[in-house]
């Protein structure tokens, strides 16, 4: 469907000089048929529809089986909604079916849905676009205008989540501006919905309204914003990958070699399993960071792409085919890693993805495992690689244990560094978040292939302000640099000229570092095999300017306060004398010159 009809104006009535005497009694007949035909086969397409939409959720997390159940999906929701275009004056008569508004909203709100869900089947960032597509035309045509009206709760219940669902598209669309004015809505829906009908649920909706609150202040709270207009942030997006960012697709042999494919960072894990975590839904703040690092800027603009059934090669797992909104040439760059969101997983699910994802890479890709967790140690006698590490999910099936049990509980239940032994038979880029992530030190390494394991401080210093109502500090780094420096520097509220002075150092600081990377003899060989993938080399220069900001910091004294990685990152790797110019560069615009110490011994 072209976009220039895919959320096509509301149809006219066409008029015409209706025929009079026996001629309109004998063209009446057809014309009935013709109508009844076209109720039923809406009827028959709706009723497919309805179906194929359930059985989503019985399809298989993992896996490639669910690809051709989307296709079809897909393929009956395209009649679908082309039908209910072509013949709406039909459909909309009372007298043959009495389509509602409402109803229209219904199917264009599954297929927002169905698009989001291929995202997050594929990561593949231009099928978001496709949903906010329809998401937004609900809203611009008011298709659940009246639902309050109707006095019907399951109704008002499906506006609402369509909301909710629209505001988690928006979120990780970046879409700020939209965001803000679905909150107020949705505010206002929540209110009517509860004085209306004093649902048992309507606490549920607040407690959605307080977590997306405290997800947006989180953001916010770390953006500048100018005060002439307090709308308009001073940095830009700095979440996704540039579309420009990519390095060749082979690398050159070594001593005349024939060159090799470089490594293609394929299946990324997600986890977020702090007990206490800023969260919407099942998205936590620092997965939904990750989850942005971890994937390209789409290559189609906010409102582009068409409504169609993806190919079925879009799906493929090396990303070489395109999707909606693909230019020839462009997807090979901008293929994303396949990604599992795993919010509180339990150590049985979470051990189930990491095989699945391990048996779906081979020696040219990689698994990434991201671990945002609470640490989980182990008392007395040690355990070479399984003295604690950080913590999963527990259920319990009986009552809550005693201390002694609970601790011996936990300890089972929790993801050990030797845990990870058998999937390195492969190339695996670990980063661990958590207090407890030193534990992954002693991670064995054995199997010859590439292993990295980026962990963060396990503490931070008591002078530094509370990291709880911003996420992982360690998280945000990776995720944008600028953000993190404004953190620890108490300078959220900073001139705009000084920000936009800044900003630009840390794009220099990165591609700098970069090079530095390329440059170095001495880096060991598991670095240099992931600085072939373009999503783990930005990850491993963020760490670096982390780490070079945090171990330069006259507040960050102790090993305990500073982030570390195994095998080790020499400094010497990165910090060269141009990374140390920029490096006091920026704090002296930054103004906060006296809290840093760029000497040789301060950096080691």
Same mark, same amino acid.
């Given at each position: 469907?072209?976009?220039?009809?895919?959320?096509?104006?509301?149809?006219?009535?066409?008029?015409?000089?209706?025929?009079?005497?026996?001629?309109?009694?004998?063209?009446?007949?057809?014309?009935?048929?013709?109508?009844?035909?076209?109720?039923?086969?809406?009827?028959?397409?709706?009723?497919?529809?309805?179906?194929?939409?359930?059985?989503?959720?019985?399809?298989?997390?993992?896996?490639?089986?669910?690809?051709?159940?989307?296709?079809?999906?897909?393929?009956?929701?395209?009649?679908?909604?082309?039908?209910?275009?072509?013949?709406?004056?039909?459909?909309?008569?009372?007298?043959?079916?009495?389509?509602?508004? #409402?109803?229209?909203?219904?199917?264009?709100?599954?297929?927002?849905?169905?698009?989001?869900? #291929?995202?997050?089947?594929?990561?593949?960032?231009?099928?978001?676009?496709?949903?906010?597509?329809?998401?937004?035309?609900?809203?611009?045509?008011?298709?659940?205008?009246?639902?309050?009206?109707?006095?019907?709760?399951?109704?008002? =219940?499906?506006?609402?989540?369509?909301?909710?669902?629209?505001?988690?598209?928006?979120?990780?669309?970046?879409?700020?501006?939209?965001?803000?004015?679905?909150?107020?809505?949705?505010?206002?829906?929540?209110?009517?919905?509860?004085?209306?009908?004093?649902?048992?649920?309507?606490?549920?909706?607040?407690?959605?309204?307080?977590?997306?609150?405290?997800?947006?202040?989180?953001?916010?709270?770390?953006?500048?914003?100018?005060?002439?207009?307090?709308?308009?942030?001073? =940095?830009?997006?700095?979440?996704?990958?540039?579309?420009?960012?990519?390095?060749?697709?082979?690398?050159?042999?070594?001593?005349?070699?024939?060159?090799?494919?470089?490594?293609?960072?394929?299946?990324?894990?997600?986890?977020?399993?702090?007990?206490?975590?800023?969260?919407?839904?099942?998205?936590?703040?620092?997965?939904?960071?990750?989850?942005?690092?971890?994937?390209?800027?789409?290559?189609?603009?906010?409102?582009?792409?068409?409504?169609?059934?993806?190919?079925?090669?879009?799906?493929?797992?090396?990303?070489?085919?395109?999707?909606?909104?693909?230019?020839?040439?462009?997807?090979?760059?901008?293929?994303?890693?396949?990604?599992?969101l795993l919010y509180r997983p339990t150590l049985a699910q979470l051990t189930l993805y990491i095989a699945?994802?391990?048996?779906?890479?081979?020696?040219?890709?990689?698994?990434?495992?991201?671990?945002?967790?609470?640490?989980?140690?182990?008392?007395?006698?040690?355990?070479?690689? #399984?003295?604690?590490?950080?913590?999963?999910?527990?259920?319990?099936?009986?009552?809550?244990?005693?201390?002694?049990?609970?601790?011996?509980?936990?300890?089972?239940?929790?993801?050990?560094?030797?845990?990870?032994?058998?999937?390195?038979?492969?190339?695996?880029?670990?980063?661990?978040?958590?207090?407890?992530?030193?534990?992954?030190?002693?991670?064995?390494?054995?199997?010859?292939?590439?292993?990295?394991?980026?962990?963060?401080?396990?503490?931070?210093?008591?002078?530094?302000?509370?990291?709880?109502?911003?996420?992982?500090?360690?998280?945000?780094?990776?995720?944008?640099?600028?953000?993190?420096?404004?953190?620890?520097?108490?300078?959220?509220?900073?001139?705009?000229?000084?920000?936009?002075?800044?900003?630009?150092?840390?794009?220099?600081?990165?591609?700098? =570092?970069?090079?530095?990377?390329?440059?170095?003899?001495?880096?060991?060989?598991?670095?240099?095999?992931?600085?072939?993938?373009?999503?783990?080399?930005?990850?491993?220069?963020?760490?670096?300017?982390?780490?070079?900001?945090?171990?330069?910091?006259?507040?960050?004294?102790?090993?305990?306060?500073?982030?570390?990685?195994?095998?080790?990152?020499?400094?010497?790797?990165?910090?060269?004398?141009?990374?140390?110019?920029?490096?006091?560069?920026?704090?002296?615009?930054?103004?906060?010159?006296?809290?840093?110490?760029?000497?040789?011994?301060?950096?080691?």
């Amino acid at each position: 469907m072209s976009e220039s009809t895919k959320m096509e104006a509301e149809p006219t009535p066409v008029q015409t000089e209706a025929p009079a005497g026996p001629v309109a009694a004998a063209s009446a007949v057809p014309v009935a048929h013709s109508n009844a035909k076209i109720v039923e086969e809406f009827q028959y397409l709706l009723e497919k529809s309805q179906q194929l939409f359930a059985g989503l959720r019985d399809l298989p997390p993992t896996g490639k089986n669910w690809q051709p159940y989307f296709q079809r999906t897909f393929e009956v929701y395209t009649k679908l909604w082309k039908f209910q275009q072509t013949h709406r004056l039909v459909l909309e008569n009372k007298d043959l079916y009495g389509l509602k508004r #409402y109803e229209i909203g219904e199917i264009a709100s599954k297929i927002g849905q169905l698009y989001y869900h #291929y995202y997050l089947r594929t990561s593949e960032t231009n099928y978001l676009y496709e949903s906010y597509v329809f998401y937004e035309a609900i809203r611009e045509r008011q298709y659940f205008r009246d639902v309050l009206d109707a006095k019907n709760p399951p109704l008002m =219940i499906k506006k609402l989540r369509y909301y909710a669902r629209f505001i988690v598209v928006c979120l990780l669309l970046n879409s700020n501006e939209t965001i803000k004015k679905l909150m107020e809505e949705l505010t206002g829906l929540i209110d009517e919905y509860t004085k209306t009908f004093k649902p048992s649920d309507g606490g549920e909706w607040n407690v959605v309204l307080s977590e997306i609150t405290t997800f947006l202040e989180a953001e916010k709270r770390l953006t500048p914003v100018n005060p002439e207009d307090p709308s308009a942030h001073i =940095i830009p997006p700095q979440s996704r990958l540039p579309l420009s960012k990519h390095t060749p697709l082979v690398v050159p042999g070594a001593d005349g070699a024939p060159p090799q494919p470089k490594l293609k960072l394929q299946e990324a894990i997600l986890v977020g399993n702090y007990a206490n975590q800023i969260k919407f839904s099942e998205l936590t703040l620092d997965m939904y960071r990750m989850l942005q690092s971890l994937e390209r800027e789409p290559s189609v603009s906010g409102k582009g792409g068409a409504m169609a059934p993806p190919q079925h090669d879009a799906m493929a797992v090396d990303g070489e085919a395109g999707g909606a909104g693909d230019e020839k040439g462009v997807s090979s760059k901008r293929s994303n890693p396949h990604k599992y969101l795993l919010y509180r997983p339990t150590l049985a699910q979470l051990t189930l993805y990491i095989a699945t994802a391990f048996k779906d890479i081979n020696e040219n890709s990689a698994l990434l495992l991201y671990l945002s967790a609470d640490g989980s140690k182990r008392q007395g006698a040690e355990t070479s690689g #399984y003295n604690g590490g950080v913590a999963t999910a527990v259920n319990y099936s009986r009552s809550k244990p005693d201390k002694t049990d609970a601790d011996q509980t936990n300890l089972i239940h929790s993801l050990h560094p030797g845990d990870l032994v058998p999937f390195m038979r492969k190339p695996l880029f670990v980063v661990i978040d958590s207090t407890n992530s030193a534990a992954f030190k002693s991670t064995p390494h054995v199997f010859n292939q590439a292993f990295v394991c980026l962990m963060s401080p396990v503490e931070y210093p008591s002078t530094l302000k509370d990291t709880s109502p911003i996420g992982s500090l360690f998280t945000l780094f990776l995720n944008s640099p600028i953000k993190g420096f404004a953190f620890i520097n108490d300078i959220p509220d900073t001139q705009v000229d000084t920000w936009s002075k800044c900003y630009p150092i840390f794009t220099q600081m990165e591609k700098m =570092i970069s090079d530095a990377f390329d440059a170095s003899t001495t880096l060991d060989k598991s670095f240099k095999r992931f600085l072939q993938d373009d999503f783990l080399r930005q990850i491993l220069v963020r760490f670096a300017v982390c780490s070079g900001l945090l171990c330069s910091h006259v507040g960050f004294k102790e090993a305990k306060y500073l982030p570390c990685s195994e095998p080790a990152l020499p400094s010497a790797s990165y910090l060269t004398p141009e990374v140390i110019t920029k490096f006091q560069e920026l704090v002296g615009i930054a103004n906060v010159a006296q809290s840093y110490n760029f000497t040789a011994d301060a950096v080691q």
